[in-house]
């Protein structure tokens, strides 16, 4: 059964890829997709992005495609997402993990699993050197500690 489209401070998840691949790949995880409309709901967002929203579930989300890779990019997206879906508690970006790091020989990493980091780093903020790139990476250098909704997902919402 179709649910009514939600106002936009219903919406409470964003997901980004940076992708195609990725992109395809979670919007088969939305039980029902609304974009198809294009009735106006998505037009404040800007004409480049690419998207979707639609209902995973009993939580409404908005897809994202970043326009290309990197940090720019989703900086840009993600800025776009909070203005327009003002409620948002979540925003994730998924993917294909081509930078997970070879694992250790008795771990196996295979297609579908999911990883979840415990903390973000910021492996590029530095100065280069011509004996090498240092990373910058004292207190004040490195992202903030992440909120306790994300640090115990148990207790949010959007884990019902």
């Not at 939580?59 to 840009?76: E, F, S, T």
């Not at 909070?82 to 993990?97: D, H, N, P, Q």
Request: glycine residues 8%; proline residues 6%; contains cysteine.
């Amino acid at each position: 059964m179709a649910h009514p489209r939600p106002r936009r401070e219903e919406f409470h998840i964003a997901i980004i890829c940076a992708l195609p691949l990725e992109y395809d790949a979670a919007a088969l995880a939305f039980d029902e997709i609304w974009h198809e409309e294009r009735d106006g709901f998505e037009s404040t967002l800007a004409d480049y992005n690419i998207y979707k929203t639609g209902r995973i579930g009993r939580q409404n989300a908005a897809l994202m495609l970043l326009p290309g890779i990197g940090k720019a990019n989703a900086a840009g997206v993600t800025a776009s997402l909070r203005s327009f879906y003002t409620e948002l508690k979540l925003a994730v970006l998924t993917g294909i993990c081509g930078g997970v790091p070879y694992p250790e020989s008795d771990t196996e990493i295979l297609l579908g699993d999911v990883a979840v980091s415990k903390r973000v780093v910021q492996y590029d903020l530095g100065r280069q050197y011509p004996g090498g790139f240092v990373r910058k990476d004292t207190v004040d250098d490195n992202l903030g500690r992440p909120s306790k909704d994300i640090r115990y997902p148990r207790h949010t919402p959007w884990s019902e």
